[in-house]
């Protein structure tokens, strides 16, 4: 009865569901899995198209974060044994986007793991923005940490497509896994990157210890801020971190998340990003028959991803194709209930190469 609910809401009324609509799928048992998946790949297909869009990351400044995030490992708070370097050079930059283009992705994201950018490490950041859209004509991502007005507006100015600014986990549990900032402060800056005219990409990771029921609240959450992409972390606990022992989510609830947050967003791309070779395991590619229609491709911040050819082999041989760049095939609700495409913002220049 609840996926019957949520399918004549998502697939034939062409609207969202209420927070009592998703929990009473949620709390649906386990065994019925297969159906809620089957349900999370129509609602995809149907809001989204079935393309992929791949991303690869670059963590251009590591450890040594003020901040005490507690599944991180780039905290300075703790001993994790973490490579710690400071802004790196710009050439080894445009190694990577050559790397990331070659790879088959349309999308590179600069990562720097500080609160929030210094006025000469921005400086760093908008170069590196320009010679990359310049050199291989990818879209660029940059997730920064916090931001002041100013520094938003500077990013969009300089060609930056898609802001990403996690909100990590759900409100009720935030000050559980952070002390050093707080859950408002996430929600301001991921509301003035979108205010500041870039593409709001924003997440979490799942496996916290939150309640299945907050993991449903985790995904309202997010949708009330309208995300363009959202990503799924799922833990894979970094030694030295106060989650260490933390136990993995099983394949079957990863994939019960991965569904649900497709039914609550449903026109947003469902980037599977940190821990999905750790947590899923054999069942990666239900990933992407679950709801997910994004992937990280290569290395994570921290850990090792796969091989990106083994990625792009994975989606032919599930017939998805790569999409040609980010953004394409969204679909956004219009107030009469009715989905359609956005126009895409007139600033940006794909360049396939
Ligand atoms: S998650 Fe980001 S802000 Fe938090 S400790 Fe890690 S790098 Fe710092």
């Given at each position: 009865m609840p996926l019957a609910t949520a399918e004549r809401a998502l697939l034939e009324e062409r609207r969202t569901l209420t927070r009592e609509e998703a929990m009473a799928v949620a709390r649906?048992?386990?065994?019925e899995l297969p159906a809620l998946v089957a349900l999370a790949h129509r609602v995809r297909l149907s809001w989204c198209g079935a393309e992929v869009e791949l991303e690869s990351l670059i963590n251009a400044k590591s450890g040594a974060?003020?901040?005490?995030?507690?599944?991180?490992?780039?905290?300075?708070?703790?001993?994790?044994g973490v490579d710690v370097y400071p802004f790196l050079d710009l050439d080894e930059v445009l190694g990577a986007a050559r790397a990331t283009r070659d790879a088959g992705a349309t999308q590179f994201c600069i990562v720097v793991a500080v609160r929030g950018p210094s006025e000469r490490l921005l400086g760093r950041v908008l170069d590196a923005v320009r010679v990359v859209r310049e050199e291989t004509g990818l879209e660029v991502a940059v997730s920064l940490g916090l931001l002041e007005p100013d520094q938003a507006r500077r990013l969009a100015d300089a060609g930056v497509r898609r802001y990403n600014h996690n909100l990590e986990t759900c409100r009720e549990v935030f000050p559980q896994v952070c002390t050093t900032h707080g859950y408002d402060d996430r929600v301001a800056t991921a509301r003035l990157a979108a205010e500041a005219g870039m593409e709001l990409c924003c997440g979490g990771i799942l496996g916290?210890?939150?309640?299945l029921e907050q993991r449903v609240d985790f995904a309202f959450e997010l949708a009330a801020l309208d995300p363009v992409e959202v990503p799924i972390n799922l833990l894979d606990p970094r030694p030295g971190t106060p989650l260490a022992n933390r136990e993995l989510l099983t394949p079957r609830e990863a994939l019960q998340a991965i569904a649900l947050f497709r039914l609550i967003l449903?026109?947003?791309?469902?980037r599977l990003a940190g821990g999905r070779e750790k947590v899923l395991g054999e069942l990666q590619a239900m990933g992407l028959y679950a709801g997910a229609n994004a992937l990280i491709v290569g290395n994570y911040l921290t850990t090792l991803g796969r091989a990106p050819e083994d990625d792009v082999a994975l989606l032919e041989s599930l017939g998805m194709p790569v999409a040609?760049?980010?953004?394409?095939g969204r679909f956004v609700v219009a107030a009469d209930g009715t989905h359609a495409l956005p126009p895409k913002p007139p600033r940006i220049q794909l360049r396939v190469e």
């Open positions: 649906l048992p386990l065994d974060c003020a901040e005490d995030c507690a599944f991180c490992s780039q905290s300075a708070h703790f001993e994790t916290l210890g939150e309640t449903p026109g947003a791309w469902i040609t760049g980010p953004g394409e």
